[in-house]
């Protein structure tokens, strides 16, 4: 039974710092990639960044030079470190997993979501 639990999510002024953890489980971690989608009310979900199983990152470009994504395979636990934080980071934020990437446009590779962490940026 495969599950992604993530957790980190709270409320922040702009400018503030949140690293969001996703702990995954029921799966062969390390052959799997790894993604944060975000979702606000009313928007389409949006990747916002993604670790290959080689370890190649892809990152929406909003984002880039303010989050970094990472993972630590020994606890297979995957991260979002968010720095600078902008009102418009305001999502609900999910981990997502799949055999194969596609590119963060595309989320028809996920085959796993979990519940969400929320992100309020005020």
């Known amino acids: 039974h495969v599950q992604l639990v993530e957790s980190g999510g709270g409320s922040v002024q702009a400018g503030g710092s949140l690293t969001l953890t996703c702990v995954a489980s029921?799966?062969?971690?390390?052959?799997?990639?790894m993604a944060w989608f975000r979702q606000d009310v009313g928007k389409e979900r949006e990747g916002v960044a993604s670790?290959?199983?080689?370890?190649?990152?892809n990152y929406l470009d909003s984002v880039k030079g303010r989050f970094t994504v990472s993972e630590d395979d020994a606890t297979n636990t995957l991260y979002l470190q968010m720095n600078n934080l902008k009102p418009e980071d305001t999502a609900m934020y999910v981990c997502a997993a799949g055999p194969g990437f596609w590119g963060l446009r595309d989320k028809r590779w996920v085959e796993h979501w979990g519940q969400g962490t929320q992100v309020t940026v005020s």
């Open positions: 029921g799966y062969t971690y390390s052959s799997y990639c």
């Open positions: 670790l290959d199983s080689d370890g190649t990152t």
